[in-house]
C-alpha cells in the first residue's frame, strides 16, 4: 500500500476517533493508527534515503561536469 492511501486511511481513523466510538472499537482504532502511523514514518524514511542518493548522484554529476569544463 502507498504512503498516500496509509495516510488517507490514518485520517479515516481519526475522523473515526473523533466521532466518539465505544471503548472496545476506539482502542482497536488507535492501534491500527498506530501501525499506520509506524509505516508512515517507515515510507517517509525509505523516501528521504532515495532523495539523499539522488541528491548524492547528482551532485556527482555536477562535480563531473564541472571538470569537464574546466579541461
Do not use: H, P, R, W
Amino acid at each position: 500500500m502507498s504512503y498516500e492511501k496509509k495516510a488517507e486511511e490514518l485520517q479515516e481513523i481519526i475522523n473515526q476517533l473523533e466521532e466518539g466510538k465505544n471503548f472496545e472499537e476506539s482502542i482497536d482504532l488507535f492501534k491500527k493508527g498506530v501501525e499506520l502511523s509506524g509505516e508512515c514514518v517507515k515510507l517517509l524514511n525509505e523516501g528521504k534515503g532515495k532523495l539523499t542518493e539522488l541528491k548524492k548522484t547528482l551532485e556527482g554529476l555536477e562535480e563531473i561536469s564541472l571538470e569537464f569544463d574546466e579541461k
